[in-house]
């Protein structure tokens, strides 16, 4: 975790004790804790082609039929006890593969063609699981482990076994892998920590202990094994580290780096009410990017001066929803109310690529150059006016921005202008009020939005960088591939010159233009992005303290030399050196 500047990670030479007590994984979600390994070891089933006599098949569909809504129950009262709408959302994509009737008959005409009930379920999952794993696309993978759990946990279920009966207060539990509704409920009974043998940092998972602050090492092959259930465990979430069996020396430092994270947090609180500005006044506005109203209101109580970005594909995953302008304005309008006087800007769905949506099952071989974005909006007018009419009526208290993803061309953005105006016309006759003035932003995502930016600045109200997907699309290297993943650089030159081409742009028509990508969020990035003329910074809100905190000791004054000095630079090794990233 480059935030937190005194979490030096030490290799483990420097630590220099018995290195077989030591293990690295890949740190999914940062904190420090100490406490009891409950180790957690799945029992797999041991005849895969396990049958059954016929006058046994009326007893095993009832033994299935009841785990089966055991599952779905355990699953209903997980969405009941959360408050967070995009853990909802994960939990519901669970619900929704459990509940499917497909699964169910398949699994029941298994079992009626004598397969037990454990094989049934086996056979039905595996082949899905395989197929998933087999992609070559990191998150259709993680959905493959997904299954992986379900089906475990079914089996669970069946044998009446469950990682909540060991779990207690400061139980650091040692897993290969484990199901949302099983995370929720065991950081209930006083879950600290998890380590697991498999899953990746986009899990699910990982996304729910990041959201609850459980700190997280996954990925630790053979956890399971190594790992004794009772041991005392030392995890580090920002290093990946697990120290099993800490001796004195290491109990006194993970006690020092504790009560040290604990009293920076505790100034990060206080920084909430302080104005964002560097040491010589230049005024910096954070915003940040939210994917659901809780994130709204924390961004808010951490001094936020706004919401910079609303994903709403991330949130409105339901295909129906996608011609409710009822249910989006309601959503909409909770969200401008609750931020008040605060502005948001909603941004129009970007579906595509990654971003899938149900009953658009377009295959396409290359998504991330295919109907994506304001492509989809455009090829689908029906789901772009509807969007558009929620988000004028929850415009009326004139605090909504409405921004366009992966604009590309001047008649991508007035195609969209002229289906915004008559969404406003239709709402005039209709007598609905709205803010006619809606502000009207781009996203600049792609080198073509770069080279126009001119123009672009000059048609609308202001511009955000992606610098996400600038970076995908100038240095034709996938996001989500970790093959090229050492390539995917947001420090290359060729970004950050674009950056400040757009810079420049806003600048001459006046119009303010912020960065929502990661990189606003990287405090190597911070100095150079201010010095270029960025003074928005739009992030997620668990960063937004420690970036403030790192803006309030900048000057803008060496900012500007730093930025004129490092786009002189060609060799990203130079910038690298210089930054240090
Ligand atoms: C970006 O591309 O940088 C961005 C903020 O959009 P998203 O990550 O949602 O594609
Ligand atoms: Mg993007």
Same mark, same amino acid.
């Given at each position: ?84 709408? $995009? ?19 398949? +699994? ?75 995370? @929720? $409920? ?11 043998? +498999?899953?990746? @940092? ?68 206080? %920084? ?14 954070? &915003? ?7 994130? &709204?209101?924390?961004?808010? &109580? ?19 929803? %996608? ?89 991508? %953005? ?36 770069? %080279? &126009? ?11 955000? @960088? ?14 989500? $591939? ?83 000095? +490092? ?15």
């Amino acid at each position: 975790m480059e935030n937190l500047p005194f979490f030096k990670t030490k290799s483990d030479a420097d630590i220099g004790i018995n290195l077989s007590k030591i293990f690295k994984g890949i740190p999914s979600s940062a904190g420090l804790a100490l406490g009891e390994a409950v180790v957690y070891n799945s029992d797999p089933i041991t005849e895969a082609n396990e049958t059954i006599n016929p006058e046994k098949i009326i007893s095993e569909i009832d033994r299935f039929e009841q785990a089966h809504k055991y599952l779905i129950e355990e699953y209903k009262n997980a969405i009941e006890k959360t408050n967070y709408q $995009n853990i909802i959302s994960i939990l519901e994509t669970n619900l929704m593969i459990i509940s499917d009737h497909l699964l169910k008959d398949s +699994v029941i005409c298994k079992i009626k063609e004598g397969y037990s009930v454990e094989s049934a379920i086996n056979k039905e999952f595996e082949e899905k699981i395989q197929y998933f794993l087999r992609a070559k696309d990191k998150i259709l993978r993680e959905r493959g482990y997904e299954l992986e759990h379900l089906k475990e946990r079914f089996f669970d279920i069946l044998r009446n076994r469950s990682i909540l009966h060991s779990i207690k207060p400061n139980s650091i539990l040692v897993v290969r892998s484990l199901t949302t509704a099983d995370l @929720i $409920n065991a950081k209930e009974a006083g879950l600290i920590g998890i380590i697991t043998e +498999v899953g990746g @940092i986009a899990s699910h998972l990982s996304i729910l202990a990041r959201n609850f602050n459980i700190p997280a090492v996954i990925g630790l092959k053979y956890a399971t094994k190594y790992i004794n259930n009772g041991s005392y465990i030392i995890l580090d979430g920002y290093s990946g580290t697990v120290i099993l069996d800490p001796d004195e020396t290491q109990l006194s430092e993970f006690y020092q780096k504790k009560s040290k994270e604990e009293a920076y947090r505790l100034r990060l609180g206080e %920084l909430a009410n302080v104005k964002c500005e560097t040491t010589d006044k230049v005024r910096i506005e954070l &915003l940040t990017n939210v994917d659901c109203l809780e994130e &709204l209101e924390n961004s808010l &109580l951490n001094g936020a001066d706004g919401i910079g970005l609303i994903r709403t594909e991330s949130i409105i995953d339901n295909p129906k929803a %996608l011609y409710d302008i009822e249910s989006q304005y309601k959503f909409y309008r909770e969200l401008a109310q609750r931020a008040y006087p605060y502005t948001i800007v909603i941004r129009a769905f970007d579906y595509g690529s990654d971003k899938r949506i149900e009953g658009f099952p377009h295959h396409e071989t290359n998504p991330a150059l295919g109907m994506r974005g304001i492509k989809f909006l455009l090829t689908n007018p029906e789901i772009f006016e509807t969007q558009i009419k929620a988000v004028l009526q929850a415009s009326k208290n004139k605090n909504v921005k409405f921004i366009l993803p992966m604009i590309s061309s001047i008649e991508e %953005l007035q195609q969209s202008i002229e289906i915004i105006e008559r969404c406003k016309s239709e709402l005039s006759s209709n007598n609905i009020s709205f803010d006619p003035n809606l502000p009207l932003g781009i996203m600049i995502e792609t080198p073509a939005a770069v %080279l &126009l930016a001119d123009k672009f600045a000059e048609l609308v109200d202001f511009i955000s @960088i992606g610098t996400n997907d600038l970076t995908q699309y100038t240095l034709a290297v996938d996001r989500n $591939n970790e093959y090229v993943s050492n390539y995917f650089n947001s420090f290359h030159i060729a970004i950050l010159k674009q950056i400040y081409m757009v810079a420049k742009a806003a600048k001459s028509k006046k119009k303010p233009v912020s960065i929502c990508g990661e990189l606003a969020g990287y405090p190597a990035a911070t100095e150079l992005l201010i010095g270029m003329g960025i003074n928005q910074l739009s992030v997620a809100p668990s960063i937004l303290p420690e970036l403030k905190s790192h803006i309030l000791g900048l000057s803008y004054k060496s900012a500007s030399k730093l930025a004129k000095k +490092v786009l002189k630079l060609h060799s990203n090794e130079e910038i690298r050196k210089l930054l240090k990233y």
